[in-house]
Structure formats: C-alpha cells, structure tokens
C-alpha cells in the first residue's frame, strides 16, 4: 500500500493518506522561523503495521532538510526513528545549550 504526505499547515501537521485518501496518520509540528518542532505521531489503528509512521517520519525530515530547518524532536516515536537514521543527525538538535 502507497501513501502520500502531505502538509497542512492550517492543522500544523503532516497527514499520510492512502490511495483512497482516508488518512492513515499524521505528525503534529510547531513552526518558529527555521526551527521546527514535531510534536505528536499517531498512527490510525486501521493503518498500524503497515509503515505509516516511519513513511511519515521520513517525509518530515526530508521536508526540514529540503527547507533548512532545525528539528526538535519532542516525539518520542520520532526520536526513536531519528536513533536508526542517523542521515538526519546535521539538521536534529539533541541537546540544548546555556547562553551565557
């Protein structure tokens, strides 16, 4: 099964639907300037099994990386897929940082 994501903004979430356009999941953002923080992943139980999330979390991160955005992952789910991909670790922040 193909599924397609797409962004909507107006929810402030990306939304993986399958060929009949139902949606199978989506991961909820917070966008401030060139940081992007992803927030919430869920999966339609309907759809569990079948890739959704890790179709959605790698749309995600190709969207930051392709509009240089930093990336905090607040999502758990995200930031376990994030552990087996590290392709993404120049655009993720991991930490942060006192200013003095």
Known sequence: MQFT?????????F?????????AGFVTYQLT????????????????GRGVGSTL?????????????TVVPICPFLADWLV??????SIVVRSTRKIK
């Open 33 to 48: 300037g060139s940081i992007i923080a992803y927030t919430h992943t869920e999966v339609d139980p309907a759809f569990e």
């Open 84 to 89: 087996k991909h590290p392709e993404y670790e």
């Open 15 to 23: 939304e993986a639907r399958d060929e009949t356009g139902a949606v």
């Open 5 to 13: 994501v797409t962004d909507a903004p107006a929810r402030e979430r």
């Open 57 to 69: 979390a790698r749309a995600v991160m190709d969207d930051a990386r392709a509009k240089r955005r």
